[in-house]
């Protein structure tokens, strides 16, 4: 019995310091990025666009968002919710330019993230080249470590360009470094 309680004592020990471990070096780590990753698609820009800014038609081609509800304008700003598994997260779109340019960003404050995409489509003589870059800041520790050393500041994004290549049968990969700063 003895035995027992002190290999409790020294688990429950050894989880209380890795986690206090997590926390200091998710401290240490900085609160905000920049990644940015690109993908040629065999689409005009013109068709990718459509598809990128059909908020409501996102859960027939990404297997993340199970629904989508659209908010209205609150504020002037078009706004909508993605639902998924692990819950939902309300965006705003802060900048268009049809066929051009894309900005949404975060609205909810109690994530423990936040931050906003930026779509950039150039036309390219086989398509469009799609670049999305993420400003982000990571305000829970956990997260931000799990973030660096875990998921990766790209992960979300080339999931993104991967599902959306897979809807238009394209096969192209997401290019440029995995991580910037």
Not at 142 to 164: E, P
Request: charged content about 20%; overall charge neutral; aromatic content about 10%.
């Amino acid at each position: 019995m003895k035995t027992a309680i002190m290999l409790i004592g020294v688990v429950a020990s050894i989880l209380v310091l890795g986690f206090l471990s997590v926390l200091l070096i998710g401290s240490r780590l900085p609160q905000e990025h920049v990644a940015s990753r690109s993908i040629k698609l065999s689409r005009s820009p013109k068709e990718v666009y459509a598809l990128v800014r059909d908020f409501s038609g996102y859960p027939r081609w990404r297997s993340d968002v199970q629904s989508v509800d659209l908010l209205g304008s609150p504020g002037g700003h078009i706004q909508f919710r993605e639902n998924g598994s692990s819950g939902g997260v309300t965006y705003e779109v802060v900048e268009e330019v049809p066929d051009q340019r894309l900005v949404t960003r975060i609205v909810d404050r109690d994530l423990g993230y936040s931050g906003s995409w930026t779509y950039l489509l150039t036309p390219s003589e086989s398509g469009t080249l799609l670049t999305i870059t993420e400003r982000g800041e990571v305000s829970n520790l956990v997260f931000r470590f799990m973030s660096r050393y875990f998921f990766g500041h790209t992960q979300t994004i080339d999931s993104y360009l991967i599902a959306l290549a897979r809807h238009f049968a394209d096969s192209s990969q997401p290019q440029g470094a995995p991580d910037s700063r």
